[in-house]
């Protein structure tokens, strides 16, 4: 498979609608990947929490109609990184959505760790309550949003629940890069699974993004690895080596805990 990774920059001074098209330029010009990927709440950024009331929109918003045209345009498989999201209640959601060659909305995941130790997007947002896989012609995905990489048991979710390449989107920011790289290639060893992570470029709200996308193995080998500005980065792998290496290094079969409810005592 071929995987594009669109490591976008946000520009305060860069309209919403603005950066919509040209991350739809961006995404038309990976025409012949299998997969592209773009970053976290790249429309407004991750961390410009005041612009998240005003710039929410519906599932089937603006942003939706614009990445569905250019998966469409482009013939690929399109992981539109995530938006801000109104639900019909009125409540916010990090959402994420993927969409088929055709143009089609494939999947929706809405982020079910927020961040911001009760402030920001913690107490701003609500919190999805489901795991999103997703099956392409040669891997199932298994989907997942920046601070959601802290929490393993969530990844191991994903692959009981079938995934291969588990892919994240996040705003990550500079100063905790090292974690970045780190969890990265943790959640892919642990699960024996490709690890696809898209970071953003610039700043959002004056924090500095991390960007250093990141494309690991089962192994825990880095593939490709972005620097800090804005690059598209495209990398080749074979997802029959997730197989391979469940088979080679059967780790994940001989796990005792988390398989079902633990006995109470008599």
Not at 6 to 22: G, K, L, M, T
Not at 105 to 133: C, N, P, S, W
Request: charged fraction near 20%; proline fraction near 6%.
């Amino acid at each position: 498979m071929r995987a594009s990774l669109i490591q976008i920059a946000v520009d305060p001074d860069e309209s919403v609608n603005s950066r919509r098209e040209r991350a739809a330029s961006l995404v038309a010009a990976q025409r012949g990947a299998d997969l592209v990927v773009l970053p976290e709440l790249w429309p407004v950024g991750a961390f410009a929490y005041t612009a998240f009331e005003e710039e929410a929109e519906p599932l089937n918003g603006p942003t939706h109609e614009v990445m569905a045209k250019a998966a469409a345009g482009a013939g690929v498989w399109l992981h539109a990184g995530s938006f801000v999201e109104r639900a019909a209640d009125g409540t916010l959601y990090n959402t994420t959505l993927v969409f088929t060659p055709e143009g089609e909305q494939a999947a929706a995941y809405r982020k079910i760790h927020r961040f911001g130790f009760d402030k920001g997007e913690a107490v701003m947002m609500g919190a999805g309550d489901e795991l999103v896989t997703l099956a392409l012609p040669h891997t199932t995905l298994g989907l997942a949003t920046c601070y959601d990489l802290r929490f393993p048991e969530m990844f191991r979710g994903l692959v009981d629940a079938g995934a291969e390449t588990l892919v994240v989107a996040a705003g990550w920011p500079e100063r905790r890069r090292a974690h970045w790289t780190l969890l990265a290639r943790a959640r892919a060893v642990e699960n024996q699974a490709y690890v696809l992570a898209v970071g953003s470029a610039g700043s959002h709200a004056g924090i500095q993004q991390a960007g250093h996308s990141i494309v690991v193995d089962p192994w825990g080998e880095v593939l490709a690895e972005a620097g800090a500005d804005e690059e598209v980065l495209t990398v080749e792998f074979d997802p029959a080596k997730v197989v391979a290496t469940r088979e080679q290094f059967p780790a994940l079969k001989d796990r005792r805990l988390g398989l079902e409810p633990p006995a109470h005592p008599l």
